[in-house]
């Protein structure tokens, strides 16, 4: 049986002092579209507006971090779901 190739263990991301400005205006834009997320109209953690967001979350931290990161792995995972919590 050939031997299993192993995936290749996460990097640390280091980010220059210019990344981490312009990372800053990217995960503020994030914030506020947390913050203006209308929870009023929202069903259960999986309506499209969060599913939406969550993605973009995602996104903002692949452009940042890279998806090979530890970085990337660790904040994908706490933007996996914005809310487990179910709605009464």
Do not use: C, F
Not at 45 to 64: N, Y
């Amino acid at each position: 049986m050939p031997p299993r190739k192993s995936s290749p263990q996460p990097t640390e991301r280091v980010l220059t002092v210019d990344e981490q400005h312009a990372a800053i205006g990217r995960l503020e834009a994030r914030i506020k579209e947390l913050r203006q997320l209308d929870v009023s109209n929202l069903q259960t953690g999986d309506d499209p507006p969060v599913r939406d967001l969550e993605q973009r979350i995602k996104s903002t931290h692949a452009s940042i971090y890279g998806e090979s990161s530890r970085q990337y792995g660790r904040l994908n995972n706490a933007a996996a779901s914005l809310d487990k919590t179910p709605m009464s």
